[in-house]
């Protein structure tokens, strides 16, 4: 978040205090109910989240060790319990709700499917002996890189089921990007489609696999393909099998694997500070007490509910409000498989009128680009059915929460401004939508049972209402990442090393107001913000070195009114400074070479070409110098070590 907006939210003053009519229905209907979860959490915290665990899962063998922390930071929780993940959101439910739906499904096309609770476990226990008859058992790692369709939460609970490890893989990402995941994953099984429908274009999943595999990815034994675009593509005998023919005579019976609650349910790759993404590793009981509880708190679910998460299944959002968290809470979700504007900027407020949606979570960046074609674009469709609204992914600014609370929530649905992480595994500040009074840009109070502190550089709270500091958890959660996959160390160095193992350390900056309330300000390290999504100003800058004609190159955020961050890329080439129309050509090339090497996400918006850029005397880039040329705003770092004034006009992109 820039300075501006700090600026901006630090006025804002304005209080919505939850609707009455919310609250008489609501799980947590008021301050007082909250306030003595919290306080219990406070004075038995063991206590307080052994108690959730055992109302809120299944247990095949109940725990009873709660907390593990003989080991710090390698916290465990519920250590000698065992249970199966996708028990949990599917057999469960079978006794009252077998017929219930448990996913819409609308493809981009406008394709409806829907599944009740008792097909889903069906269609996940085939697939699981498909797993199995692949050569998949306990531990084995299955990278998932599929479309938003049903069959990738069909793929995640197979994997849930047998005790294999998932690590999905973001549609939009590159081949490039897929086999980096795959091999530091050393996945034995990748499931991929054909294709997938994305704005009116078809995504060439299994093309990108096929160059992916074609250079590595030794680990990978067999490719799984699902049929959802139909178009040609190319199969590889021996390694490649069609879902719908593997599925032919087998088995549908499938008993859940009984796993120990640590056991790892799933990888995710995300951006650091350095230019590898690293695999967080969540492990199971815990993973799935966070994901239920705060169904329950901050979506206030309920089994009337029609769930929509915005999100897509490749990031942490979908792990745990598509897939885990609304089907272990028994719940209806609608998944969507293309983009908000395909065919036309209508379509999210359509699926909500279509589908009836009463509980609607998506990102900030989206509700920017779709106030952007006014408001009797909404006007046009019933989204009466609407009775919360949830945001997530970064800070959303007071003028979107403002229309987001006007025209899509009618003034009568709470806003739930969602923080967490990958790492976190779910919400963690978040408001009790019947119980706390919300203020656009907040995303308010810590949840129960965890305890989230703005300290300075020596690790002392900071006492002072809106000073900003370091954002960290103070307490070990159930939901916590257990290391990053192979790699402790990194595990260490991220979290647990400025402030030792008693907190771990977000690697967000944040204030908290007069009120306690927690107001996020942005990163602190080297990661950008961009539509929502976590890329490493690192990994683009490697991205761009890598490409022949680059000497170096320096990757900084800039505010953008749509995507929060834009990307801003120094570079340097080998040879002589382009200017005019060749600089131009080799934009575009650049462009897209950064899309190849990661993703779409993470093409540069502007590329300024520079004959040097600014470094301290060690060496190192002066990043918040290029931050401060990016924004435009006023110098006030020594530029000496700037070789002359033509590079100063240089890098403010002046000729
Ligand atoms: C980073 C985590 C959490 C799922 C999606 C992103 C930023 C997240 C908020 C919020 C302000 C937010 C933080 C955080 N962020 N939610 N409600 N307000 N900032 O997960 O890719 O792991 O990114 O997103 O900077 O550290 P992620």
Redesign the pocket.
Known sequence: MNEESIESTLHEERLFPPPAEFSAKARIPDRATLDSLVQAANEDFEGFWAAQARAEITWHKPFKTVLDSTNPPHYQWFTDGELNVSYNCLDRHLQDKADKIAIIFEGEPGDITTFTYHQLHQRVCRFANVLKAQGVTEGDRVVIYLPMVPEAVIAMLACARIGAIHSVVFGGFSAESLKDRIEDAEAKLLITADGGHRGGRIVELKAAANRALKEGCNSIQHVIVLQRTGHDIDMTEGRDLWWHEAETRIDGNCEPVWLNAEHPLFLLY?SGSTGKPKGIQHASGGYLLGALTTMKWVFDIRDEDIFWCTADVG???GHSYIAYGPLAAGATIVMYEGTPTFPDPGRFWKICQDHGVTIFYTAPTAIRALMKYGDDLPAGYNLSQLRLLG?????INPEAWMWYHCIIGGERCPIV???????TGVHMIAPIPGAVPTKPGS?TLPLPGISAAVVDEKGHPITTPDRGGYLVITKPWPSMLRTIWGDDQRYYDTYWSKFGSQYYL???SARRDKDGYFW?MG?TDDVL?VS?H?LGTMEIESALVAYPKVAEAAVVGRPDDIKGEAILAYVILKGSRPTGGVGKTLTEELRAWVADQIGPIAKPDEIRFVDSLPKTRSGKIMRRLLRTIARGEPITQDTSTLESEAILSQLQGKE
């Open positions: 995300t990031w942490v959002t945001t997530v992914g970064e800070p401004d969602t923080w967490w992480q990958t790492e995303c977000t690697g967000d996020i990163r913000n929502g976590r």
